[in-house]
């Protein structure tokens, strides 16, 4: 994969359907700076530089030329680019029989000729070298949100508005209608109901017909309406839960003015303890029951209540979950984020909440399924009770989009209601067609011969024989659909979370820490800001999938484009207001990515000018960015693949002086200086030299070998004669030579213990890291602020880990946290007794010296650390503990691995490498 694609798929999320932007970004104009030139000839390849040193290479592809044995397409004569053609083309699929005859035919040998490369620097610019699960289930499973109280308690520490308790002196406004209520129809009268909020109740076992009664919780802080259910058997008084919220609000104010007592019993128990409890209860009379008889406000109560409860008889609470768990994600965007909205786009989402249950449940639906177009015949959920009126209602209102009439369809509209019909419904629309169907088509080779025939004016009627077959269809609005995107990316401010995060929480299957959202600075401070972001997400998303269809000439237009909005210097990155973290939500951070992806792709095509004058862009653009190390790294190797010695080693050795080149980018800079650096370039030997050759200890273990293909992993057969890889083989050497017991676990193991030591650090208070319930680490954790903000407590709590105290911070947080998702902790791969088994042995100094490194600038040194951590004990509770880099027959260590070794030994540890070898 290329280096970038895989933080660009994460960055961008799940993909969107519709990009408004994108026919404005594709067909707009770019312009581009210095040699920068990224034309493709007719067969979808680089155009070479005009001018550039590459001339040579330029008349080597008009004197050779082959052809391809796939597409019969004419090609420059050099391998590089004969190797990347044919991979396309095979990936795409042959037009013809492909054999090893036919490969072996083509002329794979070009003209020979000396390629003689300039030296002249002045050739890149004068600022070169600067000095410093399926997933349709998944998605429908949404049904199953959690509840209102559920999320709001989700959002606890967050300072939302809660819902006003009501009270007869808020009702300003009673309908004027005569409701007949006596007290036969509220004495005594039996009312079915559930219990919901169970989580938040004690933890007592249900039996069919327990008693229960109702008590109201006006302290509660999220709902100042809530009414608890206790459970009063056997003078037993335990709280089982609450009323649903919309139950309770109309209830409240009858048990508080008016003096109504509930009691009652549980109908059913659920088999799963998440789910709700049907219940019954009964209003008995008391001596201090107010009269009601006359008064209007009692009796719009007690009716609005009875609705509530009719209307969840056929739904309960657990049904609609979801429903009221995307009113809360909406509400809490429009508070926080209105100044990012216009008007209109705030009371197009404010009418969300006017529509009726049906439309509100229906549009969740469609919108976390995966359409976009959906059968109204098979539209079927219990709770939406009518759903050809909320289809409607959809409509109205500007969520959805019906198809009924033919000649509004747009031909991506019929590209996409055809992917509803089966296999059969094609193949008979093309035998009507009396086109010829091969019994072996795909469907998606039927979609595409009628809509090839459909833009041939074949076949006009084909929208009419499409409708006959699927009927009215149904789809959400783009400009709906837009809308909720750039919702969710204000809420979550990422593109992996979606509204499937309150099912994750609501079924147990995650949960979140606790921790106060303080905010005090936006992220987007104008609209313009919001939408540069939206527009750089759609140009990532463009080349990321036109990197999945082989499209070259969409994946330059992209890099152009990134490379047209990166400012230089980047201002926004270099603003004293801004946290710099929050510097990652800005257009030009996405762009970046863009080019880095660009950057890989042109090394790949061995267009190295290229890359270099991007890698040379980068550079001066971000002048504090943690990503600086990589991207000056690979402008040296560059700049020696284009023979420019001289100018390589001159950014190896300016890079060292760059504060922000660190851990293996650093080593291995420094081990380029010391390789290029010889006489006569350079005559005096660097102060690093010495440490950077430092010997690291290494071992050699030989095993019986079961494979030796190369491109392929190791594996050999281990001490007891069963097959294993070379980790295993070395910790079962360990256990027999020196008695250690230990973990493959590489950085795992490490992330774990830094995660459980440092957790009341990772989770303080600090504003505008935290801003939202759904994180699992504040937003500075991979930045330097992280350690700069917090650095006197990190200190003060490092102390103690150097003082001996790790084992029991270690306890006390996994008893405290267990299961709560942390970034880096993996709560099923080690056990709490490995885990104080590892810091006991190592020793509080080391492990003291590990955090730190790690909090000062983790994202340089979250990955690489050694394969196998080992300890052995020496009496109770004394030990030692060893780090082991393991490396099978074809294996060598990484810079980044060679750096941590390194940075182990200077902190301590004992640390060396284990090459394992086969049997001679």
């Avoid at 998605?139 to 999320?151: E, F, I, T, Y």
């Avoid at 989580?199 to 309406?225: C, M, V």
């Avoid at 921790?515 to 939206?534: H, M």
Wanted: charged share 25%.
């Amino acid at each position: 994969m290329l280096k970038g694609r895989e933080s660009l798929s994460r960055l961008v999320g799940k993909r969107r359907r519709f990009l408004p932007n994108r026919h404005s970004l594709l067909s707009a104009p770019t312009t581009t700076q210095g040699l920068l030139n990224l034309d493709i000839d007719p067969n979808g390849k680089l155009v070479s530089l005009e001018g550039s040193s590459n001339q040579d290479e330029q008349e080597n592809t008009v004197v050779g030329s082959v052809t391809c044995p796939v597409c019969s397409v004419k090609l420059s004569a050099q391998n590089n680019t004969i190797n990347s053609h044919l991979d396309e083309c095979l990936s795409r699929g042959t037009k013809r029989k492909l054999t090893q005859r036919t490969l072996l035919e083509l002329n794979f040998c070009p003209v020979s000729k000396i390629q003689n490369f300039s030296c002249d620097s002045k050739e890149f610019g004068n600022d070169l070298f600067p000095a410093a699960h399926d997933e349709s289930h998944v998605q429908d499973a949404l049904w199953g949100l959690s509840n209102l109280r559920a999320v709001d308690e989700s959002q606890n520490q967050v300072d939302s508005p809660s819902r006003n308790p009501i009270n007869k002196d808020k009702i300003s406004v009673v309908p004027d209608f005569d409701v007949n209520i006596t007290q036969d129809d509220i004495y005594g009268v039996i009312l079915e109901t559930f219990i919901v909020g169970r989580r938040f109740g004690d933890e007592t076992d249900l039996y069919l017909g327990a008693s229960i009664y109702l008590s109201r919780d006006p302290d509660n802080a999220k709902d100042p309406n809530a009414i608890k259910v206790v459970y009063s058997d056997s003078g037993c008084l335990k709280m089982l839960g609450f009323l649903p919220r919309k139950l309770a609000e109309y209830l409240s104010p009858l048990i508080d003015q008016y003096r109504l007592n509930f009691e009652g019993c549980v109908t059913s128990v659920p088999k799963r303890s998440i789910d709700v409890v049907p219940i019954q209860i009964v209003c008995h009379k008391s001596s201090d029951n107010k009269d009601f008889n006359d008064d209007k406000v009692f009796k719009c109560l007690w009716r609005n209540a009875q609705q509530v409860i009719e209307s969840t008889k056929s739904c309960p609470p657990s049904a609609i979950k979801y429903q009221d768990n995307f009113c809360v994600f909406i509400r809490e965007v429009l508070r926080n984020s209105s100044h990012l909205l216009t008007d209109d786009e705030k009371n197009f989402i404010e009418s969300f909440t006017s529509m009726s249950d049906d439309s509100q449940r229906l549009f969740v639906r469609l919108y976390t399924r995966k359409g976009p177009w959906f059968r109204l015949s098979a539209i079927s959920y219990p709770e939406v009770l009518d759903p050809q009126q909320a289809v409607k209602e959809l409509s109205e209102t500007g969520y959805g989009s019906c198809f009924e009439i033919t000649n509004k369809l747009s031909d991506d509209d019929i590209k996409e209601i055809l992917d509803l019909l089966t296999v059969s419904d094609l193949r008979e629309i093309l035998c009507i067609l009396k086109q010829s169907c091969n019994r072996g088509l795909r469907k998606m080779d039927l979609i595409a011969s009628l809509i090839s025939s459909y833009n041939e004016d074949l076949c006009p009627l084909l929208p009419s024989m499409v409708l006959h077959r699927t009927g009215s269809c149904v789809r959400i609005s783009s400009n709906a659909e837009s809308l909720i995107w750039r919702a969710e990316r204000l809420f979550f401010l990422n593109g992996e979370q979606d509204l499937s995060a309150f099912l994750l929480v609501d079924l147990g299957i995650i949960k979140y820490p606790t921790y106060k959202c303080i905010v005090s600075q936006q992220i987007f401070s104008a609209r313009d800001d919001l939408l540069g972001y939206e527009e750089a997400i759609e140009v990532a998303q463009i080349v990321d999938e036109a990197l999945d269809g082989s499209n070259t000439g969409l994946v330059l237009k992209c890099i152009k484009i990134a490379d047209s909005h990166l400012s230089n210097p980047v201002q926004s990155l270099t603003s004293e207001s801004m946290a710099p973290f929050l510097s990652h939500f800005s257009a030009t951070f996405v762009y970046s990515k863009v080019v880095l992806l660009g950057i890989s792709f042109l090394e790949r095509e061995h267009r190295y000018n290229e890359a270099i004058y991007l890698l040379k862009r980068l550079l001066n653009c971000f002048a504090r960015d943690g990503r600086r190390g990589y991207w000056t790294l690979r402008l040296s190797i560059d700049l020696e693949h284009m023979c420019y010695l001289n100018e390589s080693l001159l950014v190896a050795e300016n890079g060292l002086l760059d504060e922000w080149v660190r851990a293996g980018s650093r080593v291995a800079l420094q081990r380029r200086v010391l390789r290029l650096g010889k006489p006569p370039r350079r005559w005096k030997t660097p102060s690093f030299a010495e440490s950077v050759k430092r010997k690291i200890m290494e071992v050699n273990v030989q095993g019986r070998p079961l494979n030796c293909a190369i491109g392929t992993k190791s594996r050999f057969y281990g001490e007891d004669g069963e097959q294993c890889g070379v980790e295993q083989l070395a910790l079962q050497y360990y256990a027999e030579e020196g008695g250690w017991q230990g973990v493959h676990t590489e950085s795992g193991i490490w992330l774990t213990i830094f995660g459980l030591l440092m957790w009341d650090i990772i989770f303080s208070n600090v504003p505008n890291v935290f801003r939202t319930r759904f994180q699992t680490a504040p937003l500075d954790l991979e930045t330097e602020s992280f350690y700069l903000v917090r650095k006197n407590q990190i200190e003060s709590h490092l102390q103690k880990i150097h003082d001996g105290m790790a084992e029991e911070i270690l306890i006390t947080s996994w008893e405290l946290h267990e299961g709560t998702a942390c970034r880096g902790v993996n709560w099923g791969r080690h056990s709490l007794s490995e885990l104080r088994a590892a810091v006991t042995c190592i020793g509080g100094p080391c492990v003291a010296a590990f955090c730190r490194h790690l909090a000062q600038d983790y994202r340089s040194w979250s990955s690489g650390m050694p394969d196998l951590l080992l300890w052995r004990f020496h009496g109770k509770y004394r030990g030692e503990a060893k780090l082991v880099e393991v490396k099978g027959p074809r294996d060598r260590l990484s810079e980044q691995q060679r750096a941590w070794l390194l940075l182990l030994m200077d902190c301590g540890f004992n640390a060396e490498v284990c090459k394992v070898s086969p049997i001679v």
